[in-house]
């Protein structure tokens, strides 16, 4: 009877978990399709009138303000300004990012301990420290409102992010895979590329939709270093929609949670597409 207690508990917490988690989707889904509940859990939108219970609110399904925004905003402009940048600055991360990780983790190097912890210090760094000197030098240097601008200005959030996790994936292969590398005459070069690097290749592919998802769902730098021409998803959405940003449109909260449930697809959509090698990344070093 106490396992049984125990199980039911524990059940109803990983499912009032789950629910605090994912209810904001839910409002956000939901009002993008014209449904209000607000009134429902207000405990103002159910009324008796004639003995009959009356909810007040709108469960009126609609499909408009979706096609609104995709036909009428320019939400696929954003989306396709949000995935340029993201990969651009994916390719440049984790071109720098693994082969520093496979040296912090492998290479005997003097100060590498201080060159984690300044990696990891940069992590802390609040945006509003850099953002200000970013933006005078974008201006001063023609990369404002541009791909590559962006791209490398969110460096300074992932790259600490991609070198830690790397290094923890190549610290979790065992040491015996690199002694037989060694023996067999491989080059450190030749161990990286072609031992170390396809037995992480799954923790790469963690790493990457992490770093991505980071990317997709920044918002503060993005507000200051964009303009019209490479506008993001999510200040697109904050503004207002790629044709009327910038304008004093009122806000339509229900085309607002549409395009905000749009923003959710991409990103949704990689982690299921590659769900396979999130799984094996989880599992590596566990037989270490």
């Known amino acids: 009877m106490r396992k049984q207690g125990r199980r039911i508990l524990l059940s109803a917490a990983v499912i009032v978990a789950c629910l605090y988690s994912v209810w904001p989707v839910i409002l956000v889904v939901t009002e993008g399709f014209g449904i209000d509940l607000s009134p429902l859990f207000s405990g103002k939108g159910i009324r008796f009138i004639g003995g009959v219970p009356y909810y007040s609110g709108g469960i009126f399904p609609t499909t408009i303000h979706y096609l609104d925004v ?16 993201a990969l651009i600055n994916l390719v440049v991360v984790l071109a720098v ?4 990780a496979y040296a912090l983790a492998r290479v005997k190097l003097r100060g590498k301990s201080v060159i984690g912890a300044l990696l990891l210090g940069l992590r802390t760094i609040s945006p509003f420290a850099v953002i200000l000197p970013l933006y005078l030098i974008y201006v001063q240097s023609g990369l404002w409102d541009t791909y590559l601008g962006m791209a490398l200005a969110y460096l300074v959030i992932d790259t600490p992010v991609v070198v830690w996790l790397v290094r923890g994936y190549f610290s979790d292969i065992p040491r015996s895979v690199y002694e037989a590398a060694e023996v067999s005459g ?12 396809p037995l992480v290749i799954p923790g790469i592919a963690a790493t990457a939709v992490f770093a991505f998802v980071l990317i997709w769902n920044e918002f503060l730098m993005a507000n200051l270093l964009v303009g019209p021409k490479s506008l993001t998803a999510t200040v697109g959405v ?3 929609g790629g044709e009327h940003a910038g304008s004093y449109k009122p806000i ?4 607002l ?3 905000a449930g749009l923003a959710l697809i991409p990103a949704l959509a990689i982690v299921l597409a590659i769900r396979k090698y999130l799984a094996k990344a989880f599992t590596l070093g566990v037989a270490r």
């Open 257 to 259: 949670n549409a395009a």
């Open 238 to 240: 904050w503004v207002g």
């Open 70 to 85: 995709i036909n009428v905003e320019g939400f696929p402009r954003l989306v396709l300004n949000s995935t340029a940048i």
């Open 186 to 197: 491989a080059t450190e070069r030749q161990t990286f590329l072609k031992v170390a690097i």
């Open 97 to 100: 990012g693994i082969p520093a």
């Open 252 to 255: 339509d909260w229900d085309e």
